[in-house]
């Protein structure tokens, strides 16, 4: 204890979550240290995470539909440190810190759930102990009818002090809501930077915004940047954490809903970005682009598809302005393959694609994301067609496992998968009429992996149109040194 103490982040760290009974990034242990040499002192240093909150969000009330929550603490790789102690339950739960448990997950392995309730809330998946290690949950609303129609499915969301989102509009087809989840006992100040199509906006009424603790707040984007576009959004707390989600309706030529979904959280710009899976089949497939920079930004595309990577004839390098979001139609360019999108820039850039099925009822859009460095967990939902998980090696040839368990953890799909240089493979898993739940671990080059649900135009049926990435789990990222972000509740 006292190698730990020494540490004066690690001192700091845990009197802030100490004060601020701050979740999501965990209280970190490290084992005590042999006396080393300061250049073996730089060497990553193994945390343990010991505690856990996510924030599930949900659709506002609207038509008939259900909502669920569910939750995992996965079977993790032998030998991965965990909390000591015993195995007590996570819960899912509203927000209050009156509410009672809406289900738990009591051991490791088995999926917990929250029943289906037609009327959605925000829920939390939290908890202390061995089973907060890994723990991952979906939150899905499905909807026969009225602006919720459709399939609305997002991964539960850790807390932070820095989020970026891309592919937002308020074009007159589009009804797009930040919501905003403060899971922690303090409130929090957030400011949301706005950049369209025209370079960054001037949103004073979009700074120093206050969410109560345990409340969720919504931003309406039409009120604060009317009539724009495309537009991607920086989220910075300047106190506490928030767990921020972009919901995003969608209207037709007649007025009739097309869809809602949860735009999610895209990789902070960089000069190399990777879109993953962009979902085989019809329909249209919409990459946006933002470049917050100050200088234009020249950007090489590459499609990494099922045969190899190509680039695009006439997209081959891509302008785009300072500060500016722009939307590039890549439906006829993939051909409706399975496909990752990869980006290098000479200025720091972020990315998502929009994804809408044949009959345009609905859509999904995933964003750029980090490639995997360990074990990524993903719960999915019941589904009625096939989901595809999608594996892109955007560089040199590669290789994952997989493993798909049921809802008592039982295995029912594991194999390891070679992915060739550049380009995506596709695996394909059966309909299911319960949770499941994915893991998918890189064991050699560089990955990244998304899995989504594109079902054909089928008469009146109701689509269920999905993508969900896969990013490293916290724990695996904790034994690489990562550290609390205790930095929001700093200032």
């Known amino acids: 204890m006292s190698s730990v103490l020494s540490d004066p982040r690690i001192r700091l760290g845990a009197c802030v979550l100490a004060i601020a009974v701050v979740g999501g990034l965990a209280v970190v242990t490290k ?3 042999p006396n080393v040499e300061p250049q073996a002192a730089q060497a990553p240093t193994r945390s343990i995470v010991n505690r856990t909150a996510l924030a599930c969000p949900a659709p506002a009330a609207g038509g008939k539909q259900t909502s669920v929550v569910s939750g995992v603490a996965p079977a ?3 030998g991965t440190p965990v909390a000591k102690g015993d195995e007590s339950p996570l819960s899912i739960s509203p927000l209050a810190t009156t509410a009672d448990p809406l289900g738990s997950l009591l051991v490791r392995g088995k999926i917990g759930s929250s029943p289906a309730a037609p009327k959605p809330q925000v829920l939390s ?5 061995p089973l907060a290690a890994g723990a991952v949950g979906t939150s899905t609303t499905i909807a026969t009818s009225g602006v919720n129609s459709g399939m609305a ?6 807390p932070g002090s820095d989020f970026w989102f891309v592919g937002a509009s308020t074009a007159p087809d589009r009804r797009d809501v930040l919501t905003l989840t403060n899971l922690d006992s303090i409130n929090a100040a957030v400011n949301v930077t706005i950049y369209s199509n025209k370079g960054q906006l001037d949103v004073p009424s979009a700074r120093g915004l206050v969410i109560p603790a345990r409340s969720t707040y919504e931003l309406f984007l039409d009120q604060v940047a009317r009539s724009q576009k495309d537009l991607a959004l920086h989220i910075v707390s300047t106190g506490g954490r928030v767990a921020p989600a972009l919901r995003d309706y969608a209207t037709k030529a007649d007025k009739t809903p097309a869809g809602v979904d949860w735009i999610g959280p895209a990789v902070p710009p960089s000069t190399k970005v990777y879109v993953p899976a962009a979902a085989p089949g019809p329909g249209q497939r919409k990459l946006v682009l933002a470049n917050p920079s100050d200088l234009q930004a020249t950007i090489s595309l590459t499609v990494n598809g099922p045969n190899g990577p190509f680039k695009p004839a006439g997209l081959e390098t891509v302008r785009l302005p300072a500060g500016a979001v722009s939307t590039i139609d890549l439906t006829k360019v993939l051909h409706g393959d399975a496909s990752g999108i990869s980006l290098v820039s000479d200025q720091p850039v972020t990315a998502s694609l929009r994804m809408i099925d044949k009959s345009g009822s609905d859509f999904a859009s995933i964003a750029a994301t980090e490639g995997l460095t360990g074990p990524a967990y993903l719960v999915l939902p019941a589904h009625a067609q096939p989901a595809i998980l999608q594996v892109t090696a955007p560089g040199k040839a590669s290789s994952v496992k997989i493993d798909l368990r049921d809802a008592a953890g039982k295995s029912l799909q594991s194999r390891a998968v070679d992915v060739i240089a550049g380009s995506t493979t596709q695996i394909a898993f059966k309909p299911q009429t319960g949770p499941t739940y994915l893991t998918v671990e890189q064991t050699r080059g560089t990955v990244v992996a998304g899995v989504t649900l594109m079902p054909a135009a089928k008469g009146n049926a109701t689509p ?3 993508a969900w990435p896969l990013t ?7 034994q690489l040194g990562a550290q609390p972000d205790v930095r929001a509740a700093l200032r």
């Open 31 to 33: 084992p005590k240290q």
């Open 76 to 78: 993790l790789p032998a």
């Open 125 to 129: 998946i939290r908890g202390t102990g």
């Open 153 to 158: 499915s997002a991964p539960c969301q850790l």
């Open 464 to 466: 269920q149109v999905a």
């Open 472 to 478: 490293t789990s916290l724990v695996f990222r904790a």
